[in-house]
């Protein structure tokens, strides 16, 4: 479940970031990713305060007189990229792991040692899980939601979870990645109007959740990708609600 912890972009190093400029030809793309991971590698693995790697960021974007994250080209991103690993050095002791096996190895047991997080031990406590279930760890392919404008990541519910009302609710941002949704870096945009970027993939995101409700009988909270046009759902669950809105979705 989500309270645990997720490492994007896993396998990214100097060399191979050169193979993903090379087959996706966007070089700020692979920057971009590249300069994720090591923020992600350096707060869930090796516990580093996020902020250092934002101040980083941020004097970046100040030094480029970028408004937005997506203003930074793919220079500016190497350059943070360089910084980074001086955050990661002078906080852990140690180059950063540039053998992706690694990598996975350190990955895999900082998710498993996540279990006993606070945000993973509370959700346990709220839904009456047992602590002594244990857990697995997921390794998987990823879609990129920010390879550019035909890119976007996204979170909604199939109804309106404070009201219950049957309306398609949700928000996603383009060029970005899952966690920027949430991150409140910048402001995303009504899931509505992704219908005027990208109709095909917004009427097939409708027609998935709406069958995924009909399957669960109940409103879903989903997680979806679109690289380049294309959707790829990443996970659905039964959502919460309020009480008004639980009583509104039974009756429906």
Not at 77 to 86: E, G, N, P, Q, S
Request: charged share 30%.
């Amino acid at each position: 479940f989500r309270s645990m912890d997720t490492v994007l972009n896993l396998g990214l190093n100097d060399k191979s970031v050169k193979g993903l400029i090379k087959k996706s030809g966007n070089p700020r793309f692979a920057y971009d990713c590249y300069r994720r991971f090591i923020q992600m590698f350096g707060n869930v693995v090796m516990d580093i305060d996020k902020e250092k790697f934002e101040e980083v960021f941020d004097a970046r974007k100040k030094k480029a007189r970028a408004k937005l994250d997506t203003d930074l080209t793919a220079d500016d991103l190497k350059a943070v990229i360089a910084d980074y690993k001086k955050v990661y050095k002078k906080e852990t002791g140690k180059a950063f792991p540039q053998d992706p096996v690694k990598q996975l190895e350190m990955a895999r047991d900082a998710v498993f040692g996540s279990w006993w997080n606070a945000r993973a031990s509370h959700y346990r406590k709220m839904n009456k899980i047992d602590d002594h279930l244990g857990t697995a760890v997921n390794v998987q392919a990823m879609v990129f939601g920010n390879m550019g404008d035909t890119s976007a990541t996204g979170v909604g519910f199939t109804r309106n979870p404070a009201t219950g009302e049957k309306r398609f609710y949700g928000e996603y941002l383009v060029n970005a990645q899952g966690e920027d949704v949430v991150a409140g870096i910048r402001t995303p945009q009504p899931i509505e109007t992704l219908k005027d970027i990208m109709p095909e993939a917004f009427e097939q995101l409708k027609e998935i959740t709406t069958s995924l409700e009909q399957h669960y009988r109940d409103v879903q909270d989903f997680e979806f990708t679109i690289q380049d046009k294309k959707l790829y759902m990443l996970q659905t669950r039964n959502g919460k609600r309020t009480g008004p809105a639980a009583v509104r979705i039974a009756v429906d």
